[in-house]
């Protein structure tokens, strides 16, 4: 669900013109960011949920460390914090709690889509069940709620960049961008 998660960030940037849309678009997929070297390391991994499952939503991912709730929470506290600290002047007096919720709306997205593979303590200290709702065993009603978080996030999006861009072609190319990238991210995550 990489698009999913740009959904938000634009539903978000929206909102809070204030924050800038990277910043966004990095906190929605912080996590992933940080599965992505521990992968490599071959720490953490992604398989086929079942034997000769493939396409969208067939995954079963073991990250333990990266998507666990206790180091989501610590993660979109830090960088909370962080924003509050250092840039709120520039980006809002609240914009470090938003900022924060952004980065953890990705553990929650995943806790709707995954099939229980989620621990709540890194490591999965303690054995304790994994959670995840599974909406990945339906690709297509997941398919629809994604589309749904990329048509708002495009949508809202637009509406505040025409809205608020006096420039008219900047303001164009910029709408344009960004359903370019949600829309792309949601045809790789069909396909991938
Ligand atoms: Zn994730």
Redesign the pocket.
């Known amino acids: 669900?990489l698009a999913g998660h740009f959904g938000v960030a634009g539903i978000v940037k929206a909102w809070r013109p204030d924050i800038p849309l990277a910043a966004l678009l990095v906190a929605t997929q912080l996590?992933?960011l940080v599965?992505a070297p521990l992968a490599l390391a071959g720490w953490e991994s992604m398989e086929p949920a079942a034997p000769g499952l493939e396409g969208y939503g067939s995954l079963l991912?073991t990250?333990e460390f990266s998507?666990s709730l206790l180091f989501n929470v610590v993660l979109a506290l830090a960088v909370g914090w962080s924003v509050h600290v250092f840039l709120r002047d520039r980006w809002g007096r609240d914009a470090g709690a938003v900022v924060g919720a952004v980065v953890f709306s990705?553990w929650l997205l995943?806790l709707l889509v995954h099939r229980p593979d989620l621990p709540l303590l890194p490591g999965n200290v303690g054995d304790l069940p994994l959670w995840g709702l599974g909406l990945w065993e339906a690709p297509a009603l997941t398919a629809v709620v994604e589309g749904a978080l990329v048509l708002t996030g495009t949508g809202l999006y637009a509406w505040r960049t025409l809205r608020d861009e006096p420039r008219r072609v900047r303001a164009w190319c910029r709408s344009a961008a960004m359903a370019l990238l949600l829309v792309g991210a949601f045809v790789f995550d069909l396909l991938a």
């Open positions: 669900m996590p992933d599965f991912i990250a998507h990705h995943d």
